[in-house]
């Protein structure tokens, strides 16, 4: 399987990754090793979405970065507003 997900930071923004491994990413972004989130901890698993194909997990990555995806997330009370 391949996940996107979304991760909550301390500084209140909001983190979208997409991985093969869930469970090691999010130790990797808990643990400071991943640059994008090392100044933003602690973070915390908002959400997460499972696909068979790696390309549909980065597509909708892509998508939820965008405006229309973000107004999707907070729709859908995803994210706080």
């Known amino acids: 399987m391949f996940y996107t997900y ?7 923004k909001t983190y979208i990754g997409s991985t093969r491994d869930l469970q090691e990413r999010f130790h990797r972004h808990s643990s400071g090793s991943v640059p994008a989130t090392h100044n933003r901890l602690p973070v915390r698993l908002l959400a997460y979405f499972a696909f068979q194909e790696e390309i549909t997990a980065r597509s909708f990555e ?12 907070k729709k859908h009370n995803i994210i706080p507003i």
Do not use: M, N, P, W
């Open 62 to 73: 892509h998508y939820l970065k965008s405006g229309s995806g973000r107004a999707f997330l």
């Open 6 to 12: 979304i991760l909550s930071c301390c500084d209140q």
